[in-house]
């Protein structure tokens, strides 16, 4: 008895009871959906969170002007004693390690051409930010210390900025105003896309710090340096959690706060931030794949039991088998090609029910959801073993018939 | 008369060897003796019937030789191989080749059409067979269903359907066909066609034992053994009156 005929035997079977077959199926049809949904959605959400660390930029670090709380900024922004141009020059020069640096002056503003009118994130920020940002001009030139000394009104713009002023036209060497200041366009970043939360992180302008800080951002601030939020990117070389005990002990002299009292900043490690966010995310699915386990394990079970009840009904025809020749193997593979065969149609199924489950998570709750081929070769492979593995003591109890009995009986 | 009992006696090589052979089932504390020492020759090429009343044994000896059961004591040997001694892929390589089983109950496979019926001993074949289906259709030819290859057991008469058992029985090539109240489930009409071609297989060189309750089935052996309390009590040969009208 070859493979491919237990599967015609076992295929006759299955189909003379179908609705019994599937419905036996139903313990693997849940476990292996809920396996395909978990993991596509858990694998959507952590590969936005990935693809977001490396769009903050590896072995960065982000210095804010307040004590932050775990998630968002403490209420005290407004009052918080800026970080100044002096902190950047004594960070660059008194912490090993660091390959850039810059900061990052941020104010809502409507940006003019012509008839156009766009508001936008504009910020102030020096030539390093780029760099430190894992974010290259697309085209054009970056932003040079010339025009950070000079206070130059020239502009790096994001696509979407550009998509808005500039509809089908090349942005570069044109002027735009922002508050009434005329600024050159003289470099198109490249895209970035979406953040986590849904900003679109293309719907940016860059200028120089210093042109910022004379023009655009509010007189009301008091300090005349002050360079909003740092970021530090570090080469690879250096252990960003040592940079970062070296960098809050410099701001803390810099900043004159004492040894007891509450730091006036903060320094995040954004990446290690994701990462512990990743990490919640990964916990969360090995539970819900342990409790997908249980169900193939549960349908695993219900498998078993409707191979003995066919066993059984069959004993006769597994007497037969014997009478004309059929070897213990052979009556052990057919039995057990059933098994795996239910459980593979269960599979199927499961697959199916996953997929379309993913899909409609992903279009209801515009979650990223990632369904993989390895999670549904793995589902599959999982589904064959549980049949096997409950496949096996029908099908050895079957195969330890002894002939003259099997065929007797009733 | 003489010279044709003369010719029916037994030729061949002795094919089915039982010596003091019983058989004894246990239930609960007691011990029922299904076959209480059976010593028996049958030669190739013999036709027999074995007879006696229920519960004399005869299903048990039968299966005895169809290798299908072992015996508690004594020895038995097929086609020259002590059955006792045999590994359960070697018993069922024989029950495979060697021996064909017909039985009261037909047993069929539920929804599998006749020639697949037929073709079932050949899939557990080693080596497998490559012409198995030709081979399953002409044994159906060979029991006169020709136009019943693609029925399934339900559209066939309880007749047709013995017949796709015998079919089944037969597509090995079997020396020995061992049939174990073939017609008992038939009427007279049936049984005789279902005998005659017991009897043409026969000729054929086949060699054949019935179990029956019928004299009228009996009589168309060469060699009628009577079973009582698991033993033999009486084994004649004699002439068949059916076989010379068949023939
Ligand atoms: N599996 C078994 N377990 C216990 N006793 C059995 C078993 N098989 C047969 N017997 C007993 O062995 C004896 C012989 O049975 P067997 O079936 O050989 O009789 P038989 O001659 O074929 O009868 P019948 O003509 O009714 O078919 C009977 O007494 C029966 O009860
Ligand atoms: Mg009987």
Redesign the interface.
Known sequence: MTILDSLRVALTALRSNLLRSILTTLGIVIGVASVIILVAVGNGATGEVNRQITALGTNMLVIFPDAMRVMGRSSATGSALPLSEGDVTALREKIFGVSGISGQLEESAPVVRGNLNWTTSVSGVHGDYTFVRDWPVREGRELNAQDLRAAGRVALIGSTVAKQLFPGENPIGAEVRIKNVPFQIVGLLSVKGQSAMGRDQDDVMLIPMTTARNRIVGKSDVQVDQVGRIYVKLDDQTNIKVAQEEMEQLLRQRRKNGPNSEDSFSVRNMAEFMRARTEVLSTMSYLLGATSAISLIVGGIGIMNIMLVSVTERTREIGLRMAVGGRKRDIMLQFLVEAVMLCLLGGLIGIALGVGIAWLIAYLASWPVAVSLNVIAGAMTAAGLTGIIFGFFPARRAAGLNPIDALRSE | MTARFEADLPSGQPIIVARDVVKRYRIGEQDVLALDGVTLDIAAGEFVAIMGASGSGKSTMM?LI?A??APSSGSLAIDGRDIGAMA??DL??L???TIG?V?QQF?L????PAYRQVM??L???HP?PTDMETQARQRLEQVGLANRMDHLPRQLSGGQQQRVAIA?ALV?NPKILLADEPTGALDSRTSDDIMRLFSALNSDGITIVVVTHEPEIAEWAKRRITFRDGRIVSDVRQASPQREAAQ
């Open positions: 299966n169809g299908l059961d359960a892929d069922a390589d029950r495979n080749r089983f039985f047993n496979l539920p929804r599998t079932l001993p899939q557990y074949t497998r089944r090995n």
